[in-house]
C-alpha cells in the first residue's frame, strides 16, 4: 500500500523539480544538489496523508490532487534544510546534508548561506504546486491557508526547541515536551496535510475535527518514536547517526521518562554526562541508562497507546491507510 503511494510521489516530484527554473546560470549546478536532496529517500507520508484527506473527502481528481501534493513534501524539506544547520547535523537519509554538500563546490559560510537560501525557494515550489493546480480558487486558498496554520505552528515549535535547549534537563517537564511535540510534529506530520487535502475536496466545509483529534494522537507517538530510533535505531536504517539526539542534549521523552524513572544514583549519572561534553562513552551509558530506568519500555507503551486513542477518534472517516498508517508509526524501524 505505502510502497506503490510512495513511487507515484516520487515519479511526480521528480517531474515537478525538473520542470523548475532557477534563472541564475551560475547556481545551475547548486539547483542540482537540491533537486538530488529532495529526490533521495523519505517516506513521503505528508504527501500521502494529503492524497487521503482529498479522498475521505469525497475527492476524485487524483491526478491534480497528486501535483497538489507535492506542496507538503517541498514544505517539509525546505524546514529541513534550516533544521540540519540549526542542529549542525552531517547526515540525512543516508546522505549529507545539504550545506555539506554545497561545501565540495564552496566555503563553509557560503555553503550555509546557499542552503538557507534554496531553503526558502523549496517553500515557493511547495506554494506553487498548490497555485498551479486545477482546482477552485477558494479551495485553494483554504488548502494555503491550512499549510499556512501547520507551518506557523512548526517554526513557534522550532522556537520553543531552540530555548529549551539551554534549560537543564531535570527543570524540562515532560508536558513541556509534549506541547513540543504537537506543535512540530502532530500538525506538520499528520492533522495539517490530512486538512489541507481535504479543503481541495467537495466536502471541503466539513467538520476536520477528527482529522485534528487523529493527528494530534499519531504524531505524538511518530515523534516518541523517533526519539527511540534516535538513541537504539540503526544508523544504516534511519538515515542519521544514532548518537545527535544525545550529543545535542535534545530533551526528548526518553531522556525525560529515564530522569523520572530512575534512581537517584542513575538521575545523578544521566544529569553528569549531560552536562559533561558528548563523547561515545557518555552516549553509550546514557543509552543504557535509558534501558534500565525502564524509560524505553514506558516510551513504547506510550507511543502504542496513543496510536490506539488516534485510531478510535475516526468514527465518521473510515480508512484503512489511516489505521495502517498509525500502526505503522510504531512498528517501522526507520
Known amino acids: 500500500m505505502f510502497e506503490k503511494k510512495r513511487e507515484k510521489i516520487n515519479s511526480e516530484l521528480k517531474k515537478f523539480l525538473l520542470e523548475q527554473e532557477f534563472e541564475i546560470e551560475e547556481s545551475d549546478d547548486a539547483f542540482e544538489k537540491v533537486i538530488d536532496f529532495i529526490l533521495r529517500g523519505g517516506k513521503r507520508v505528508r504527501p500521502m496523508l494529503f492524497l487521503e484527506g482529498y479522498k475521505l473527502g469525497g475527492g476524485k481528481n487524483f491526478e491534480e490532487c497528486l501535483r497538489a501534493s507535492l506542496s507538503l513534501e517541498l514544505l517539509h524539506n525546505y524546514l529541513l534544510v534550516h533544521d540540519d544547520i540549526m542542529d549542525r547535523d552531517e547526515l540525512r537519509r543516508g546522505g549529507r546534508t545539504l550545506h555539506k554538500m554545497f561545501e565540495k563546490s564552496y566555503d563553509e559560510w557560503t555553503s550555509l548561506s546557499l542552503a538557507i537560501v534554496f531553503g526558502d525557494f523549496i517553500r515557493t515550489l511547495s506554494l506553487k504546486s498548490i497555485l498551479d493546480s486545477d482546482f477552485p480558487s477558494k479551495r485553494k486558498q483554504d488548502a494555503i491557508e491550512e499549510i499556512v496554520k501547520m507551518e506557523k505552528s512548526v517554526i513557534e515549535g522550532q522556537a520553543l526547541d531552540l530555548t529549551l535547549q539551554s534549560v537543564p534537563i531535570e527543570n524540562v517537564d515532560l508536558q513541556d515536551v509534549l506541547k513540543l511535540y504537537e506543535m512540530k510534529t502532530s500538525s506538520y506530520t ?10 481541495l475536496s467537495p466536502k471541503c466545509n466539513g467538520n476536520k475535527e477528527e482529522f485534528e483529534e487523529y493527528g494530534k494522537k499519531v504524531g505524538l507517538a511518530f515523534q516518541i518514536k ?16 544514532t548518537t545527535s539526539d544525545i550529543e545535542e542534549r535534545k530533551k526528548t521523552v526518553p531522556l525525560i521518562l529515564a530522569l523520572k524513572l530512575g534512581t537517584k544514583k542513575e538521575k545523578k549519572k544521566i544529569k553528569s554526562y549531560m552536562e559533561k561534553p558528548p563523547d561515545p562513552e557518555s552516549v553509550s551509558i546514557i543509552r543504557n541508562l535509558v534501558e534500565s530506568t525502564g524509560a524505553k519500555a514506558k516510551s513504547e507503551n506510550m507511543a502504542s497507546g496513543l496510536v490506539g486513542e488516534g485510531k478510535r477518534a475516526l468514527k465518521d472517516f473510515k480508512s484503512d491507510f489511516l489505521t495502517s498508517l498509525a500502526d505503522l508509526v510504531v512498528e517501522r524501524n526507520y
Open 190 to 199: 499528520i492533522s495539517g496535510p490530512l486538512k489541507a487535502g481535504f479543503s
Open 226 to 241: 523517533d526519539d527511540l530510533l534516535g538513541i537504539f535505531g540503526s544508523e544504516e536504517l534511519t538515515g542519521k547517526p
